[in-house]
């Protein structure tokens, strides 16, 4: 079982942990710039909220049928990317759409909030190859 020093130990050595195992993304949020006087419809923008080092992560479907993460059903283009709490996209999760790796655009399927303690300290996403 888990007591208040390891979790603290775990904390203060994360960046170790995540030495040479991280990869630069830029995030992508839409951003409401009004709306459409006659249907109401909101007029969005994309805006990039930066570039930030997060652990990207291919999904092992090895000697599997079908693997599927929060009921949905894993593709072959699917990738898994941890954001960690610490940098400054955490007031963005709710806004967040796509992700951009090496110009690829993935855009987000799941969140998923991770973390030892009363709070994630990283957040976890489920992210699809945009075609």
Do not use: C
Not at 6 to 19: C, G, K, L, P, S
Not at 43 to 49: G, L, M
């Amino acid at each position: 079982m888990l007591d208040k020093w390891d979790i603290e130990f775990i904390r203060r050595n994360r960046h170790d942990i995540m030495r040479n195992r991280t990869v630069t993304v830029e995030a992508i949020i839409l951003d409401e710039s009004g709306k459409h006087p006659v249907t109401g419809q909101p007029y969005t923008e994309e805006v990039s909220i930066g570039e930030f080092e997060v652990i990207w992560r291919v999904p092992q479907t090895k000697h599997m049928d079908r693997l599927q993460h929060q009921g949905y059903d894993v593709e072959t283009t699917d990738r898994f990317v941890k954001f960690h709490v610490d940098e400054d996209i955490a007031h963005y999760m709710d806004e967040l759409k796509y992700v951009v790796r090496n110009n690829i655009r993935y855009t987000i399927i799941t969140i998923d909030p991770r973390g030892i303690g009363r709070h994630p300290n990283r957040y976890e996403f489920l992210v699809r190859r945009v075609r």
